[in-house]
C-alpha cells in the first residue's frame, strides 16, 4: 500500500499488515450546518481506513472537532458553548448520513485542554514559546525546519496575527488571554484563555495516537498555517508525529473553493436529501484524493443516473468470471496505488458491464454503496398456519436514513392498523421529496420526479 507524502512529494510504502496504523484528520471549526466540502476529508479518509482494514491492518482513526474558535465567538456571542454543542451534534448527523461509520475517535478541543497546557509548558521550558501578558507564542525562529511542509522558506513566512507583543511577526498564538465577550475560558499558568487553533491538534494526536502515528489527513488548504504550525509544535517537544502528511483536494463551486464565508456553500444535509448518500459517494469516487472536484447539481445528477447504472447491473444474471481472484486484484492494485478511485471506478463500471455481478457488489460495497437490488423474500414465522411472507425494504434512488426511517415507521404502523399515523407519514414523507408505494409483502420508496 502506498500514499503520497505532502512533505516529500513521493510515494511512501505502508508496512505489511497487520500493522498498526494510527490516522488522525482535521475536522470542521463547528459554529453552523457543515458544507459539502467540509465531508470530503471525512469520506476519504472514512474510505481509506475501511480499504486498510479491508487489507488487515489495525486502524485507529482520529477525526476532530475544533469547538472553541474566534469564528464561534463571532456568530454566537454569550452562547459559543451552546452553539458549539448545538454545531457538534449537527455534523455527527450529517455526516452519519453517508452510512459509512463514524471514526474510532472523535475527540473535541474543549475535552484535551489539560492535554494543552501541558504541551505548551513543555515548549515554554525548552525556548520554543514565550508568555506576554497572558498569550503564549510559539517561537517560529526557534525551529530550523519551520516552513519546510508548505515549502516556504522561514524568512519569507508572511506573519499571521499582527500584535506588537510578538518578538517575530512570524511567532503564532499557542494560548489566547481572554478578551471581553468570550464567554469560554479555562485556567492555565499564564492565567484564564483558551487555546489557540494548531495547539489543539497537535494535544489530541498525541493523546489518542501517541508522539508519532502513520497519517496526518486533512484539507489541502490546511497545509499553511494549521498543519505547519502543528509539525513545528509537535516536532520542537520531540514527537516524531506524522510519517505520511495526506492533503485532500478541496471542493470548489463553479471553479472556486468552496466556502461558509463567501456564500457558495451547499450543506451536507440538502446534498443527503436532494440525491441521496450513495449517489454522493459516486461522485467523490469521480476524482483521485489529491486533486479539487468541482460541485455542481449537474454533477450530483449525473452520478445519481451512475448509480442507477449500477442498479440495473447488479440485477443481471450473474456472469463467472474466468479468473475471480485476478479480477479483484486489479482493484486491489488500483486502491494499494496511492488509493486511486477513479481508477477504482472504471473497473468497477467493466465488471458491471461484463455481468460480474458478485465483484461489482463487493467492490461497492468497500465505499459503502449499495445500488438497489430485486425485493428478497422471505419467510418469517406463520400466520393462521400459513407462512407469513415479508419482504426486505427496497430503496429505489438512495433515501436518506431519515426517510428510510419514516418508512420504517409508517410500515409499523399499517401492520398495527394505525391508518391515521400511516396517512400522517405518507404526507410527511412526500413533503420531503419521496414517494411511499405499499406492495403485499412490503414497500417502495422512490425519489418524486
Known amino acids: 500500500m502506498r500514499l503520497t507524502d505532502t512533505l516529500t512529494g513521493e510515494l511512501v510504502e505502508l508496512p505489511a499488515p497487520p500493522a498498526r ?20 476529508p471525512y469520506v476519504v479518509f472514512s474510505w481509506l481506513a475501511r480499504w486498510l482494514r479491508h487489507k488487515g491492518y489495525e486502524v485507529t482513526f482520529v477525526h476532530n472537532i475544533t469547538d472553541v ?20 451534534q449537527w455534523y455527527l448527523e450529517d455526516t452519519d448520513g453517508f452510512g459509512l461509520g463514524r471514526p474510532d475517535v472523535v475527540p473535541l478541543a474543549t475535552e484535551t485542554i489539560p492535554e494543552i497546557v501541558a504541551l505548551i509548558e513543555q515548549l515554554v521550558s525548552a525556548g520554543h514559546a514565550y508568555e506576554a501578558d497572558g498569550d503564549v507564542y510559539f517561537r517560529v525562529a526557534s525551529f530550523e525546519s519551520y516552513g519546510r511542509l508548505s515549502g516556504q522558506r522561514p524568512d519569507q513566512v508572511e506573519e499571521q496575527e499582527p500584535n506588537p507583543r510578538k518578538e517575530d511577526p512570524r511567532d503564532f498564538a499557542l494560548w489566547k488571554a481572554n478578551k471581553p465577550g468570550e464567554d469560554t475560558s479555562w485556567d492555565s499558568p499564564w492565567g484564564r484563555g483558551r487555546p489557540g487553533w494548531h495547539i489543539e491538534c497537535s494535544a489530541m494526536a498525541a493523546k489518542h495516537l501517541g508522539p508519532e502515528f502513520w497519517i496526518h ?50 450543506t451536507i444535509q440538502d446534498v443527503l436529501a436532494e440525491w441521496g448518500s450513495e449517489a454522493a459517494l459516486l461522485f467523490f469516487m469521480h476524482a483521485h484524493w489529491r486533486k479539487p472536484i468541482d460541485f455542481s447539481p449537474q454533477a450530483l445528477d449525473a452520478a445519481r443516473s451512475e448509480l442507477e447504472t449500477f442498479g440495473q447491473a447488479v440485477r443481471r444474471v450473474p456472469v463467472e468470471p474466468p479468473e475471480p481472484e485476478s479480477e479483484w486484484e486489479r482493484l486491489v ?6 488509493f486511486n478511485t477513479p481508477k477504482a471506478l472504471t473497473i468497477l463500471h467493466e465488471w458491471g458491464s461484463l455481468g460480474y455481478v458478485d465483484l461489482l457488489a463487493r467492490g461497492l ?16 414465522g406463520t400466520v393462521g398456519g400459513k407462512a ?14 431519515q426517510i428510510r426511517a419514516l418508512a420504517e415507521e409508517r410500515h409499523l404502523a399499517r401492520q398495527e392498523k394505525d391508518y391515521l399515523r400511516s396517512d400522517e407519514l405518507r404526507t410527511q414523507i412526500a413533503g420531503l421529496g419521496w414517494e411511499i408505494e405499499d406492495e403485499p409483502t ?8
Open 365 to 380: 460495497d468497500t465505499f459503502g454503496i449499495h445500488p438497489e437490488r430485486p425485493m428478497i423474500f422471505h419467510l418469517s
Open 69 to 88: 474558535n474566534d469564528k464561534i465567538y463571532e456568530v454566537a456571542p454569550g452562547h459559543s458553548a451552546e452553539r458549539a454543542r448545538d454545531a457538534t
Open 388 to 401: 407469513k411472507v415479508t419482504a426486505e425494504l427496497t430503496v429505489i434512488g438512495s433515501a436518506p436514513p
Open 217 to 266: 489527513g486533512g484539507g489541502l488548504d490546511l497545509v499553511f498555517p494549521h498543519h505547519e504550525n502543528e509539525r513545528a509544535q509537535s516536532l520542537a517537544v520531540g514527537h516524531p508525529f506524522a510519517r505520511v502528511w495526506m492533503h485532500n483536494g478541496l471542493l470548489r463551486f463553479t471553479g472556486e473553493k468552496m466556502s461558509k464565508s463567501v456564500g457558495n456553500v451547499a
Open 333 to 338: 492494485d488500483a486502491l494499494d496505488d496511492d
Open 442 to 449: 412490503g414497500y417502495l420508496l422512490r425519489k418524486k420526479k
Open 21 to 40: 496504523i494510527g490516522m488522525y484528520v482535521c475536522g470542521p471549526t463547528v459554529y453552523q450546518r457543515a458544507h459539502i466540502g467540509n465531508a470530503r
